[in-house]
């Protein structure tokens, strides 16, 4: 999420100075040195809030020698990563460009339900329902577990999955449109207020629900509605905000 504002424009979360999830915002909302640890990153999916600042980031955190940054996606989203961003047309191609000794970045294509080891942390991939193929990561490390789940529709896997994972602190959950526009959402495959509550209905109290993806256009009714459900555990995401959990 980008800078000091309520709003939020792009999407970006950094984890523990070293992993990020999404690129949206990455390479021009995050102090560089920040963008400099991040040895992971987890792209959720293709659409340009997530990943519209990947190239500048690619860019940013280039240094001659072995160590790259690992992007990691579905067969899909790094498809579209290849194709339609490094194409040498609306940027290089730094996959070819890159080479054993000196590389852009390296490709990891994720899988559903299967963790990938990170330092001290575990990301697994949880798929979601959206228009195109999209992950939300589970991110635990000894202590905490933290869901973003985030773009969705109504996905009850996703939380017959959560419920099984010891120490889930809190659940960064999407919710793009105000109840209003449901027949938008129903389209575009996005969470209401009223989804959304449907959604969290099985998570414990103790889990915080901190929403995101809240389109500025729609944030002010969003936010009341949200606020209206009266149900203690959400909050509203902040943008440009560290969260202990
Ligand atoms: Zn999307
Ligand atoms: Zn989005």
């Known amino acids: 999420m980008l800078g000091e504002t309520r709003y939020q424009y792009l999407v970006s979360y950094v984890v523990n100075d070293r992993i990020a999830v999404d690129a949206g915002c990455l390479g021009f ?15 959720s999916h293709c659409h340009l809030d997530h ?40 940027w290089p191609d730094f996959i070819s460009l890159s080479t054993p000794d000196s590389a852009f970045l ?8 299967q963790p990938v080891p990170v330092g001290e942390m575990l990301v697994t991939p949880l798929p ?21 789940i985030s773009d969705t529709h ?11 994972v010891p120490n889930l602190k809190a659940v960064l959950l999407e919710c793009s449109f105000p109840d209003q526009l449901d027949w938008l959402a ?20 103790s889990v915080r629900v ?3 993806h809240i389109k500025p256009a729609w944030y002010e009714p969003v936010v009341d509605q949200l606020l209206a459900l009266g149900l203690p555990n959400i909050e509203i995401g902040l943008t440009g905000v560290e969260y202990q959990f």
């Open 29 to 43: 909302g995050c102090p560089l040195a920040t963008q400099k640890l991040v040895t992971d990153l987890f792209l």
């Open 51 to 90: 990943v519209a600042t990947l190239p500048i980031f690619l860019d940013n955190v280039f240094e001659q020698g072995p160590e790259c940054v690992i992007v990691h996606g579905s067969d899909e989203t790094l498809s579209v990563l290849q194709q339609d961003i490094l194409n040498d047309r609306l």
């Open 106 to 113: 390296k490709l990891n294509e994720l899988t559903a339900l």
């Open 128 to 148: 979601l329902i959206h228009v195109v193929p999209v992950f939300g990561f589970l991110i635990e490390d000894a202590t905490s577990a933290v869901a973003i």
């Open 154 to 164: 109504h996905s009850s896997g996703v939380w017959q999955h959560l419920a099984r």
């Open 186 to 205: 129903d389209k575009a495959l996005h969470l209401i207020p009223k989804s959304f509550a449907a959604e969290i209905q099985s998570l414990p109290a």
């Open 210 to 212: 901190i929403a995101i």
